[in-house]
């Protein structure tokens, strides 16, 4: 019996998500473990989670995941790309076999050849385009349909799994994605986007987004809410003033050759508020989902050539398999299990450690009850186990 990976960020963890599960495990037989790299507090968008990695974790467990462990911080706020080379990697220092993924067209076979064609084709980005786009215009003049692909974002991230597993003994499962679009602005067919229950969720309709999720997720949700733990909401002041800082040091930079920092260095300056920011650093060229992920990693003091691939694994939730999984697991990486016990691992750790801590005391800040926004909850976590 082989072992399957999913890539999520579970933000929150919604009805479409359960399915995916499911059908996974239909597909491929019910004794089949499932494993999930998830985004940790940062999300792919380069944005703040609605709410924290251990709830959004645990949610997965109680519908079915077996182990989720967190993707690592440079890989969630990487492009495309490098989210998919992170997330594969710890995928495969789990054992994993296959790696499952939802996405628009369900069809494995025709992700995996327009994964092929990009490894191929080289193109010199054109003035006026997106990286991204750019890149659809090379594919298209050599494929229009594995071009089209790339017109869906889940799409998009099932081919860059399909890329980052070329090499590894590993096979995609294409699970087609039922209901509403990634970001449609209304429910169908008994499902809703996570952009819309975000959006409901920060506009206090929890009630709204009820009929859209697992009862255990919402269960989790309302106490979070209840709690004031969620919906979190970007800490701007916060941010703007390590920015710049970071400005007026002249570290303020990402080593892009394309005009990309002066363009960031001049919203920094010029902004009154972080959301002003990402709106004055924003082009046609520049999409707002790089904007924010460029300032969030300079805020959280992520290098520009900070590995994607996983050092260590750290763990949110276990569920009834995970711990067995674990032990195979430990041959390849350190696992994290208890965070105290971080100053234990090799000191050639320690700065990508403690970056994860300040990273999540910087989420902290983002809490809606002040009471939790102390430092050091880094160190006062651990993994949900469902017994």
């Excluded at 999520?8 to 359960?18: C, I, M, Q, S, V």
């Excluded at 940062?42 to 709830?55: I, N, S």
């Excluded at 990402?254 to 363009?263: C, H, L, N």
Aim: hydrophobic share 45%; net charge neutral; charged share 20%.
């Amino acid at each position: 019996m082989g072992v399957c990976g999913i890539v999520a960020e579970y933000n929150p963890f919604h009805a479409g998500h359960a399915h995916h599960l499911a059908e996974t495990r239909r597909i491929l037989g019910e004794d089949t473990p499932l494993v999930c790299a998830m985004s940790g507090n940062f999300v792919q968008r380069g944005e703040f989670a609605l709410l924290d990695k251990y709830t959004r974790a645990e949610m997965a467990v109680r519908s079915g995941a077996d182990l989720v462990v967190e993707l690592p911080l440079a890989a969630a706020l990487s492009s495309a790309e490098g989210f998919a080379q992170g997330a594969i990697g710890v995928l495969a220092a789990l054992g994993c076999d296959a790696v499952s993924f939802g996405c628009e067209s369900g069809d494995a076979s025709a992700i995996a050849h327009a994964a092929e064609l990009l490894d191929e084709i080289a193109f010199i980005p054109e003035k006026g385009l997106s990286y991204a786009a750019a890149r659809q215009q090379a594919l298209r003049r050599r494929d229009h349909a594995a071009a089209d692909l790339l017109d869906e974002p889940n799409n998009t991230l099932a081919i860059e799994y399909c890329r980052a597993m070329r090499g590894r003994s590993m096979r995609p499962v294409a699970v087609q994605r039922r209901g509403v679009g990634h970001d449609a602005s209304g429910p169908g067919g008994g499902f809703a986007s996570a952009s819309l229950l975000r959006e409901r969720l920060r506009a206090g309709q929890l009630a709204a987004c009820v009929p859209y999720l697992p009862e255990s997720s919402h269960v989790l949700l309302r106490r979070a809410v209840e709690d004031g733990r969620a919906p979190v909401s970007v800490p701007g002041h916060a941010l703007l003033t390590l920015l710049r800082r970071l400005l007026y040091e002249g570290r303020l930079t990402t080593g892009s050759a394309d005009g990309f920092d002066e363009r960031l260095q001049n919203a920094v300056y010029r902004a009154v508020t972080y959301a002003d920011a990402v709106e004055l650093a924003q082009t046609r060229c520049f999409p707002a989902a790089r904007v924010r992920r460029a300032l969030l990693r300079l805020a959280l003091s992520v290098p520009r050539d900070a590995a994607v691939q996983p050092q260590y694994l750290r763990v949110l939730a276990i569920g009834a398999r995970g711990a067995a999984l674990l032990r195979t697991a430990s041959d390849n990486l350190p696992v994290i299990v208890k965070p105290v016990s971080e100053k234990q691992l090799p000191e050639a750790l320690q700065t990508d450690l403690l970056r994860d801590a300040f990273a999540d005391d910087l989420f902290a800040l983002a809490l809606p009850d002040s009471a939790h926004r102390g430092g050091g909850t880094h160190f006062q976590k651990t993994p949900f186990c469902l017994k």
